[in-house]
């Protein structure tokens, strides 16, 4: 039996039943769940960002462990990464990439530090 390719994507996550093979193509797996964060670049990341990213993605994956693989498993780790990225970027621990091609202020608009002139 073939195995099928599930996914999972919101603004800034991909989530794919897949491995990547050397070629770079996902190649489909029960086994292996392969994460893209921010493929557009919308978002600028810091090392550190994204291992908290990275981090609870394991988190949410071993937390399904034992459940059917199926597309609303995947959306719901997808869902929980999305609101993790959303406090990353309110709390400033990463920013809108203002490089980026469309810049899309999905999240809501940057913060801007008010300077006090009294």
């Known amino acids: 039996m073939e195995e099928q ?8 996550v991909r989530i794919f039943s897949a491995e990547v093979n050397e070629d770079g193509e996902l190649v489909p797996s ?5 994460l893209d964060v921010d493929p557009d670049n919308e978002l600028t990341w810091n090392e550190d960002a994204l291992q ?3 981090g609870k993605f394991d988190e949410l994956v071993e937390s399904h462990s034992g459940a059917d693989l199926t597309d ?3 959306r719901r780790i997808g869902s929980d990464l999305e609101h993790l990225i959303r406090s990353l970027l309110q709390s400033g621990r990463i920013s ?3 490089n980026s ?10 913060q801007v530090a008010v300077e006090d002139n009294r």
């Open 5 to 12: 390719l599930l996914k999972s994507t919101t603004r800034h």
């Open 30 to 34: 029960n086994q292996v769940l392969t």
């Open 52 to 54: 908290t990213v990275y």
């Open 72 to 74: 609303y498993n995947l």
């Open 96 to 98: 809108y990439n203002l």
């Open 101 to 110: 091609r469309a810049i899309n202020y999905s999240m809501g608009l940057p």
